[in-house]
């Protein structure tokens, strides 16, 4: 069984940086990561994945450039830097992950077998 943590959320103004963190009980770095996000209203959406390694990463096109997600699988967290936020980036945002016996980082939420409560995020414009 893997527990995932969210922390770093808050309320930033519109321009602002956060980064969230996601802390794993049991061994995740074997694990491809996830973060998601879901804003009042709206469908869980897609934000960033990172490989097992970390070597792999992708993003939604929105975040792209903006947003960096990494990992250090000595402390088994997986990290979220958000520069240059928008008031649209504004959800509650949550940290996912894969059993460690798949490979690929991916962008459907229903390949992920572990979620975090998620952290809020507020983007003040």
């Known amino acids: 069984q893997v527990l995932l943590v969210e922390s770093g959320g808050g309320l930033v103004q519109a321009g602002g940086s956060l980064r969230l963190s996601c802390a794993a009980s049991g061994r995740t770095s074997s694990s491809p990561m996830g973060w998601f996000r879901q804003a009042p209203g709206k469908e869980r959406e897609f934000v960033a994945a990172?490989?097992?390694?970390?070597?792999?990463?992708k993003y939604v096109d929105s975040v792209k450039g903006r947003f960096t997600i990494s990992r250090d699988n000595a402390k088994d967290t997986v990290y979220l830097q958000m520069n240059s936020l928008k008031p649209e980036d504004t959800a509650v945002y949550h940290c996912?992950?894969?059993?460690?016996?798949?490979?690929?980082?991916?962008?459907?939420?229903?390949?992920?077998?572990?979620w975090g409560q998620g952290t809020q995020v507020t983007v003040s414009s």
């Open positions: 996912a992950a894969r059993k460690s016996n798949k490979i690929l980082p991916t962008e459907d939420p229903d390949d992920y077998d572990y």
């Open positions: 990172i490989s097992k390694s970390g070597s792999g990463t």
